[in-house]
Each structure stands twice: as C-alpha cells, then as structure tokens.
C-alpha cells in the first residue's frame, strides 16, 4: 500500500489504462489542502456521531467515515466549476466540494442558518452555487440528476463535466442501468463513480453480485472503467483525472469503482450484527488518512509537527461549527410551507 | 380564422417556444423520425435537430431523471412519457426527486421541467395503456398537474407550463388530438393560459358539471342534450389545472346554481373530484342546495372489451343520469 502511495514512475498503470501520475505535479500546498479535507471529514463526522449518542439530532446520519480518499481525491480532481452528485452518505462529498462546515452542522441540527434552512437534514445537502448538485435520500438518486447535469453540459458546450457518486447499492437500482446506457449513447461528460464500501445497509457486495468488480458493467455499456483501491488518496486522484480530461475532450462516460470500507454502521440504529470486529479493526488498519499523512511526511511535503498543527486547526474549526450550530436558530413554524414551489 | 387539432396547438407551443428559447429541447421514446407515438411531434426533427429533439431508448426514469437533472444545470426541457401508464416507471424520479429538491435543498433550485403524456381510455387499449392517473401526481406537493380539454387552452397552458420554473405534468387525452369534432380557432401568437385558472365553457343557471380534459367534452354534450330535451340549463366548469385548483371558480359557480356534480374518467375511489367535492363542502356548504354527485370511472381496471370499457369509463348517459339525479334530491 505505502509503496503504491511513493511510486514515482511516470505512469500507474491499471487494467491497461496509461493513467498519468498527476498528482507529483500538484503544488505542495494543495496536497496539504487534501490532507487538510480528509480531517474536516472525519472530525466532522466524530462531532456527528457525538451529537447522535447525546440524542442531539432529530433524524438519522449516514458517517462516511473510513472513506474519506475517495471523496477528497475524486473531487480535487475535477474543476472547482465542475458538477457532483452525492449520496445518502453524504457528508464526505460536500465538504470536499467546499461546503461551510458551520452551515452543514447547523442543517443536521434542524436549524435556519442550515444549507437547507433546516427542510432537508443530513440526506438533502446541496450547494448549488459551488456544483453540489446535492445529497440524496434514495439509493441511486443521483444518478439521474448527474447524467441531466451531463447534459445540460454538453448542450451548453460549456466544457465542464459531472462526478456522480453512488454507492455498490445504488448498482442494482434500475436507473444505474437506464442512466448509464443513455450517457454511453449519448458521450456524455460523466463519470460515475461507485463507492463500493462493501455493504449496502447489511448487504454484502459479494452477495448482492455475481460478478468480481463493479466496473466489469462497464461491458455492458460500451464505455471504459476500471476498479481502484478508494483508500489510496493518490490512486484516486490520478485515475479520476485521468477520466476526466477524456470526459471533457468528449469521449463519453466512464464507471469508475473505488473499493473502500464504511467504519461506522450504516446509519444511527444499525446493530451491525452482519459484520466481525475484526473485519471492522482490519479496514481501519487501512487507514486512508494515515496512509496518506505519512506518504506526505515521507515525500517532506509536511512535517510531523505541520500535520499534529493541521489537525488541531481542524478540531477548532469543528469547534466553532458545532457552537454556531447550537445558537442558530430553529425555523419559524410558520416557514413550514416556503419553498415547495418556485 | 385557421382552427386546428389540439394535437397541432400543442406542437405548436413546443415548436414556437423552440424557436424563442434555446434551453427548450424534447426528451422522450420514438419522438424523432417517428414523431411520437401519437404524432405529436411529427416534423419537429427536420426543423429542430437530433440534439434538442432527443430519442431515447425506453427508459422512462432516465427520460426523466434526465430532465430533472438539466433543468436544474439551466435547460428547460420537455419530456414526453408516450402512456400516462408508464409515469409509473419514472414515478420515484417524479415524486422523490423532481417535486422535493426545491424543498429539500430548502429553495435554492428550481426546477423547470414539463412531463407531457397522454392519458385516458376510450381506444380498447385495455388495462395498461388507458389509466387516468393525474390522482398520482396530484397529490404531491411541488407539482404541477395540467389538463387541457380543447386546442386553445392546450396551447395556452402548455407555454404557461414551459415558462414556470416548478416541474409540471402535462396530461393529455388521446381522444382529443386529432378529433376533428375537437378543432377551433387557435390565435398564431403565443399567448399563455395561467396555470390554476379554471375556465368556464358554458354558462348556465341550474347546475354547476366540474371535469377536466375529455370529461369536458362529454360534460357539454349532456348539458346541450338536457338544455333542448328537458330545459336545463347546466354550468360547465373546466378546471384546466388541477394543482394549482382553481376552487374560487368553481365555488362561484355552486353559489349561482345550488348544486353540484363533479365529472372524472379516473377511479371513484380516492379520485381527484373527492378533493374538489370536500373543498367546495369546508368552502361553500351553504351554498349547496341538493347533495354532490361524482361521475367517475368505475373501481376496477379499464377493461379492453367495448362493452366493459363504455361501462367503466363515464359517458353521456352515466353523465345525464348524474345530473338528473342532483336535481331530484333538490
């Protein structure tokens, strides 16, 4: 895994793909800033899940804790001015799109100065004006609203493109199949990308398909793919620009599957009676931000002391979203039927 | 004055907002070369391109799955579902997706998207291509639901439903497309017809006909052959929209006449009309002279034998007998 992370050849080559090792070329500051998202995500998500164990919050919280690569490396890939569609866990994706930490929290509390005004919770975050073209509550959800977003793309000539997140569920909804094949037909500047963190709700990947990769769909389709260890930030990055610059040259989707691991159970009441702890203690020792720190700190791109100084810059940024969060507000009562029509 | 087909005043506001704005493209089965299964689309390729006149394969969620997603990215598409049957197939797009992501995202989005289909039985095409299912969608908050009865307010509300920013379901009735019984007079220009403005389309003094779309049609046969066989004189209100409803409309029609009979080709049973009756009861009890009669399909399929099909769904004599039966409770 480390040694994957270090490697300095030109290219990484992945089921026959010369994917570019781009990530070499980025500004050191950047790297930083990647690091920088995949503590904002787990601190945030560590906050979440203390404000569910206090009863804090009213609905439920999908954590995406454990996955954190796969957002910050696929979103830092693609331009600011690109699109995303997120999914029920959606948290990661947004804040590496951007977001306001304060204005998430202050929406999973319920409260006005929400993203959502306090109407769509954890599962509705958007953020229009930064390309989160939002959250979803339904497994697959995203899939539609990405390939239109594809293309309005295309017929405004606008060269962006769209990252659509969904997970290993989201694979067996019907719409993967139906928005997939019209994207293929269609070239449009999509790349979906499949986080396949090995359980949808209890089910395992492995009992939910007959196949060995996710991305073997790809077949079906007509359009390229491949699958790629979502826990290696680098690896992410690279292949995910790889794709993308193919998207925006015009050659049509892409069905990217990033493999990974949900540390925490699928939403607030899961037992998580369908896994071992082992399994659980396994996957975290593939820890995506610990692989990624120390390959920054073996490259001198920061110091140990840098990232212990990043980290405590995050835990008070988290600080002073949670405060903002609790004084906010609650809607007015009388707010309850704004906004359901234009 | 030319007169057209209400299949001719519909591609008609397609094509003049085309030219007008081009955000507007057309998603849907078979609409290109084919023109749509009912020909509603016929030559609109030649003039427009396969970019803005866009076939699909038959993938009704991704017809509009796509949609939603270009009209909140700053399209204005207009999807065709060729059988208000297969909404079904789209209806979590529909519901989940089209009418709560303005809400959700807690008003930051909008969603400007018309869902044409056709609706409506009358063509033997059985169970599954000739529901009314406007109760569906009806009842969602965030849609709009349309159904224009004759050529004029086609055209009318379907540039109103291009031009709104809500996404909209547009249902048509293929009995009134290319009827030339149906033909009138429909001005060149564009003009709209507001959504949630019902329409009166013929005045009378002892009773008030609610429906929509073809039951309008079969509303005014009735309530000529009553006017020239027994000297009544029916009010017959078009709703044109069903969300927005235009109650006040029809609530100042009651308050003229004293009595009401409400006139549906959907189900009975949890039907639109039951809301139209209940608003017009909490609203306007007291101008109610006679108890409300619903003339709706019959609770069962639409079956495919002639026979069975003029039974299930409303005809004159069903109507007649509606009417005539408000009057004897009087």
Redesign the interface.
Known sequence: MEKTLNKKSKYINTDGYKIEDKFQDLDDKIKVEMLKKMYQIRHFENETEQFIIRGAIHGTCHLYVGEEATAVGAIYAIRRDD?I?STHRGHGHCISKGADLSMMMAELLGKRT???????GSM?I?D?DAGN??A???VG?G???????????K??ENSKIVLCFFGDGAANR??FH??V??AS??DLPVIYLCENNVYGMSMPTKEAFNIKKISDRKVSYGIDGLTIDGNNLIEVFNTVSYFASRCRDGEGPVLIESLTYRWKGHSKSDAQVYRSKEEVKSWMKKDPILQYRRALIQDGVLTEKEDKDLEKEVIGQLKEATAFAKESPFPDKSEVE????? | MREITYLEAIREAMAQMMRKNSDIYLIGEDIAQYGGAFGVTVGMLAEFGKERIRNTPISEAAIVGVGIGSAVTGMRPIAEIMFSDFMTISMEQIVNQAAKIRYMFGGKVKVPLVIRTAGGGGTGAAAQHSQSLQGLVVHIPGLKVVMPSCPYDAKGLLIASINDDNPVIFIEHKLLYKNKKYIEHVPQKMYEVPLGSADIKRKGTDISMVATSFMVKKSLEVAQILAEEENIECEVVDLRTLRPLDIDTVLGSVKKTGRLVCVEEACSFGGFMGEVVSQVVEKGFDYLDAPVVRVAGRNCPVPYSLVLEQEMIPGVERIKKGVLDVLRKA
């Not at chain 1, 929400?114 to 769509?120: L, R």
């Open positions: 699109y569609t929400g993203y959502c005004k306090g109407k769509g509705h958007a229009i073209l939002g979803n509550g339904v959800g899939l539609g609203i990405a390939t239109g977003a594809a293309l309005t793309c017929l405004k019907g719409i139906e928005t094949n019209i037909i269609w704004d906004d359901v029509y234009a």
